[in-house]
Every structure is written in C-alpha cells, then in structure tokens.
C-alpha cells in the first residue's frame, strides 16, 4: 500500500511545484500517472522513495509485514531498509552493462546481504536459482549469461524487471519505462508488468495516454502541481484536451509516429 497525503513542494521564488498531492494505491492495482512538461509527476515518482523530500505533507508505505512507515519522516537508516523493499524500474535501465543479466538480476538484493559476505562469498546457489527464475518469468531466460551491454534496450527493461521481482519488493515505481521503446517492445514490458500489480501496487509515470489506457488499471492526470484527474483510464478526446492543453496535439503526433 502507498498513500500520499498533501504532498507540497515550493521554490525558493514561491513556484509551487507540488501543490497538495494525495491519491492511494493498494495491492491489484496499476496505476499511471499522466501530465503535461513540468506538471509535477516526476516529482511526485520521486518523493515515493524518498529521493525528493517534501516541504509537507506524508508518503506512508506498508513494509512486508505489515508496518507502515512515513517516507518523508523516517531517519537515513530506516529510509534504507524501506528502499530494499521498493522496486524501481528506470527509463534508462541501470544495468550494469560489463555483467551477465544474471548478475544484473542479483544486483537487486545486494542491499539486503552481509556487506562481508557480499565481497567475500557473493550470492549462494539458491539466490542464483531464484534469479534465473526471475529471467524466465520475464521470458529471457536464455539469455542469462550474455552481457548485458549487447542486449537490446527490450532486453535490457526485462533485466531490469527481472531485478525487480528478484529483489521481492513490497511495491514498484516504474519511471518512464518504455519512453525509449519501440512499439512492440512497449507493449511487451507493459504486459510483463501489469500482472506484478497482482501481488503489490505497481505505479508509474508514462507520456503515452494510450498504453496507460490499455495496461493499467487506474490513471492519475497531475497538472500545475495538483491532482487534475483519478480514475478510469480509459480518457476522452476532451479529458485529454483538459489535461495536456495546447501540449496534447504533440503526444498525438509522437502517438501516431509511435504507433506507425
């Protein structure tokens, strides 16, 4: 569960950049969040996993039995040990591109190890296991010993799933994860994550209304800082119109040259 509560952030010129921010996420639920250049939706993607801390307002998240913990008013060591639990999807995949995918997939949990064991003993033969498992699911399998730098940026994003589901999170943030995806390739990751919200509430920022409305399950619109829209992803021409303003006829070209 994730439940952002008035999240407020101000310049120091007195441009509020986030202007009372709340929505709930749950467990079954995909949610993306939608908007316009400058609207707030990265910012608010950040203050999740406490990257960006807010002038005010709450980021509570449930950790994995049950304890729900404030984002933005935990200590360093407390914010640690919930970002192990928090999957992150990136646009720009943050692989480490010398390493096999299976070594990019047990990156993820490096955090919740031994540091002495992490150097000296690495990973045990069941973790591996665990990871190769994880490659499967995400239909790469064979691909687990290639390096990662020689993969295709399709194949990359489903390392970087792979990783996440590795790393057993209690939720996933993806940002912006097929910007930099051709069509077939986006759809394929799309529906790769949309069943990992079965389990733990998957939300993330998206610049393509479309896909939104096909693979998530509910649609957060933010403009000029605020929460414009929250609901059924499925947008009219209008509510699209009333979201983007003059920015929408340039998604509709990017659209039509993505889907072309």
């Known amino acids: 569960m994730i439940e952002v509560r008035n999240l407020c952030k101000t310049l120091p010129n007195g441009r509020k950049l986030l202007d009372g921010i709340s929505f709930k996420v749950k467990k079954g639920e995909f949610v993306g969040i939608l908007g316009p250049s400058g609207a707030g939706k990265t910012l608010t993607l950040r203050c999740l996993n406490g990257l960006l801390k807010p002038d005010s307002g709450e980021v509570i998240v449930e950790d994995a ?31 480490v591109k010398r390493l096999t995918a299976l070594e990019n997939v047990m990156i993820g949990r490096l955090g919740q190890i031994n540091t002495l064991r992490s150097i000296v ?17 995400v239909k790469i399998g064979n691909l687990a010993n290639a390096k990662t730098g020689n993969l295709s ?49 998957v939300v993330g920022v998206f610049h393509q209304p479309e896909m939104t409305a096909k693979y998530c399950t509910r649609v957060i619109a933010i403009k000029d800082g605020k929460v414009f829209y929250d609901g059924d992803p499925k947008l009219s021409n209008k509510q699209l119109a009333d979201i983007y303003g003059e920015e929408l006829s340039l998604i509709e070209q990017q659209e039509q040259g993505f889907y072309n």
């Open 65 to 95: 039995i049950g304890n729900r913990y404030d984002i933005c008013k935990i200590n360093k060591k407390q914010l640690r040990q919930i970002r192990q639990q928090i999957g992150v999807i990136f646009q720009g995949y943050h692989l």
């Open 121 to 137: 003993y690495g990973f045990t033969d069941e973790e591996a296991a665990e990871a190769m498992t994880a490659l499967e699911q």
């Open 153 to 201: 940026g399709g194949e990359m994003q489903r390392v970087a799933i792979a990783r996440a589901i590795f790393q057993k999170p209690t939720m996933l943030i993806a940002d912006e994860p097929i910007s930099n995806l051709d069509p077939s390739n986006a759809k394929t990751i799309m529906k790769l994550i949309r069943p990992l919200s079965q389990n733990i509430p």
